[in-house]
């Protein structure tokens, strides 16, 4: 009787862990001087992390500064942990599909993570999960 439910736990066990999403995974948003600044979404798609990346752009309006536009880059590159997703972006006046920025994204806490771009260590952005 104890093998069964030992089999049973262990059974159960795997497959909730299985099922659970990557820590990762969902809607990430960062700002900067009070505006928004990122937006990233990350998702499991056959055993592969992707996403997009949505850098919005500020600009000085005489009033303020002012969230103006925003440009969205697909991830590419992936490789994800458990703890850190690295990833790189197209660059701008680049094909889009080709790695031109490079960037890590470490889970720091409860839905807290931080994004670094790769070759700025002072490139740094603390980031929440929205969703």
């Known amino acids: 009787m104890k093998k069964v439910l030992y089999v049973c736990l262990t059974v159960g066990a ?22 928004k600044a990122v937006t990233i979404t990350v998702h499991e798609s056959k055993g592969q992390m992707e996403g997009s990346v949505i850098f919005y752009v500020t600009r000085d309006d005489g009033q303020g500064m002012r969230v103006v536009g925003q440009d969205e880059r697909k991830m590419l590159e992936t490789q994800w942990d458990g703890k850190t997703l690295r990833f790189a972006v197209g660059a701008p006046d680049f094909d889009p599909d080709a790695p031109g920025v490079r960037f890590t994204m470490t889970i720091t806490g409860d839905k807290k993570a931080e994004l670094k771009r790769l070759g700025d260590e002072k490139m740094t952005l603390e980031l929440t999960r929205s969703e």
């Open 14 to 35: 795997l497959f909730a862990a299985v099922q659970k999403p990557a820590a990762i995974e969902g809607k990430w948003e960062g700002e900067m001087n009070g505006l």
